[in-house]
């Protein structure tokens, strides 16, 4: 059963800091890597994507990938209360020929004003 | 706004009823994937449709089922409801079958009662 893991928070920060969402994955042969946003009552939003080791920066938003760790983290800088709201990791299931995303619970992150 | 439009927003169906959801994928996409986010749960993967055939589905029952029309659009039918159905049904859209770019509509609240 391939997983997706995410500490459920809530994780709060207060305005201005930087906010660290962490998850694991149990699929080795994941390739692709996702972070949504989701408001209370909509739906995900894609943030971020990534697919090779390292970091991917935009605007206020750094992903980080380590495949050997099977980690990837999402960094926040310079939190705003608008981005408060649950943050869900997603990997690809390369199984097949669909292109199905298996998403973790979500992080409740909370920036204080 | 993604483009992705479903409908009913929110549903209220007893045990036992069948429901039916519709979707409209996002113009010139021409995948759609079902998904169930029960309450305070991640995404999962339900099925995909792609040029009118399923193309992949994840563990749900076959009480579980779904069309996509020549226009791309789609409904997801759920026969027999049970308590544990009540969640949020969203449905994505994306261009190609392995097309990681996903486009969520706003989802249809569905309780059984």
């Known amino acids: 059963q391939k997983e997706v893991e995410q500490n459920s928070g809530p994780l709060s920060v207060p305005e201005g800091a930087i906010a660290s969402l962490n998850c694991t994955y149990s699929?080795?042969?994941?390739?692709?890597f996702f972070w949504y946003r989701q408001y209370s009552g909509k739906s995900p939003e894609l943030i971020m994507s990534?697919?090779?080791?390292g970091d991917k920066e935009d605007g206020r938003f750094t992903a980080q990938l380590n495949k050997a760790s099977q980690y990837v983290s999402l960094l926040i800088r310079d939190s705003q209360p608008s981005d408060s709201a649950t943050y869900l990791c997603?990997?690809?299931?390369?199984?097949?020929?669909?292109?199905?995303?298996?998403f973790g619970k979500g992080t409740l992150l909370t920036v204080n004003p | 706004e993604t483009g992705v439009t479903q409908s009913p927003t929110h549903l209220i169906k007893t045990r036992g009823q069948q429901v039916t959801l519709r979707c409209s994928s996002q113009?010139?996409?021409?995948?759609v994937s079902w998904y169930q986010q029960a309450l305070g749960q991640g995404p999962q993967f339900i099925f995909q449709?792609?040029?009118?055939?399923?193309?992949g589905r994840g563990n749900f029952p076959p009480r579980f089922s779904g069309l996509q029309f020549p226009n791309y659009s789609s409904e997801l039918n759920v026969n027999a409801l049970e308590l544990d159905d009540s969640a949020l049904y969203l449905c994505?859209?994306?261009?190609?079958?392995?097309?990681?770019?996903?486009?969520f509509g706003s989802g249809t609240q569905l309780s059984v009662l």
């Open positions: 113009s010139g996409h021409n995948t």
């Open positions: 994505a859209s994306s261009f190609g079958q392995t097309n990681e770019k996903l486009f």
């Open positions: 997603a990997a690809h299931d390369s199984g097949g020929s669909n292109y199905k995303l298996t």
């Open positions: 449709y792609y040029r009118e055939e399923e193309n």
């Open positions: 990534i697919y090779s080791n």
């Open positions: 699929d080795r042969v994941s390739q692709s």
